[in-house]
C-alpha cells in the first residue's frame, strides 16, 4: 500500500492497493457480511479470497484501487478498470458492515475519482441493485445528477468525474 491520505480524527486513512496487498485484501473480504458481498460481487459468496486477486490486478492507469485503512487493515475498498478504448471505466465499492455510512464511501469515491481523472478518465459506469440504499445514497451524494436505468432489479448508469 501508498499512503494518499493519512489517517485523522478517528477516521482512516486511504491508500493506493498494489498487487502485493493480497493478503490484506483476502482479509478484509473475509470480513465482510454474506449480505456486503452479495451487495458487491452480486452472487452469494463462499470463498471471497478468491476475489482479491482479480481486485489487485492493477496498473494505476486502465485499473487502479484504493482502500480505506484503520490501525493496518483494510475497511474499504474502491477500484475501478477503464473501458476497452473508451474515457469511462466501471467503477465498484465496498466498505466493511461496521464502517458504513460514516462517510468512507464518498472518500473512496473521491480518491478514486481524482486517480482516473489523472489518467484520462471522464466518467464512471456503476451498476447497483435497486434495493441497495447505501449505495443509493452514496450515488446520490457524489453524483447528484445520475439518472439510472434499471432492469431485472439492477440500475445501471454514470456519471462525469473531475479533479
Known amino acids: 500500500m501508498v499512503e494518499i491520505e493519512a489517517a485523522s480524527s478517528g ?7 498494489e498487487p502485493s496487498d493480497e493478503e490484506l485484501v483476502e482479509r478484509f473480504f473475509g470480513r465482510l457480511s454474506a449480505d456486503s458481498l452479495y451487495r ?16 489487485l490486478r492493477v496498473d494505476g492507469m486502465e485499473r487502479a484501487a484504493v482502500a ?21 471505466a ?3 465499492i465496498v466498505v466493511a ?10 472518500r473512496l ?7 482516473a481523472a489523472g489518467q ?13 440504499q447505501g449505495a443509493l445514497r452514496l450515488l446520490r451524494r457524489v453524483a447528484p445528477g445520475l439518472r439510472l436505468a434499471f432492469s431485472d432489479g ?7 468525474i473531475g479533479r
Open 109 to 115: 469515491v473521491a480518491a478514486l475519482a481524482d486517480r
Open 90 to 92: 466501471d467503477m465498484a
Open 11 to 17: 477516521g482512516p486513512g486511504l491508500a493506493r492497493l
Open 154 to 160: 439492477v440500475g445501471e448508469g454514470s456519471f462525469a
Open 40 to 55: 458487491r460481487f452480486f452472487t452469494p459468496v463462499t470463498r471471497p479470497e478468491r476475489f482479491a486477486s482479480a481486485l
Open 68 to 88: 480505506a485503512v484503520e490501525s493496518g487493515e483494510v475497511v474499504g475498498v474502491a477500484q475501478y478498470s477503464r473501458r476497452p478504448g473508451a474515457d469511462a
Open 97 to 106: 458492515d461496521g464502517w458504513q455510512r460514516q462517510g468512507i464511501g464518498t
Open 120 to 132: 484520462g478518465i471522464e466518467a464512471f459506469a456503476v451498476d447497483v441493485q435497486g434495493d441497495n
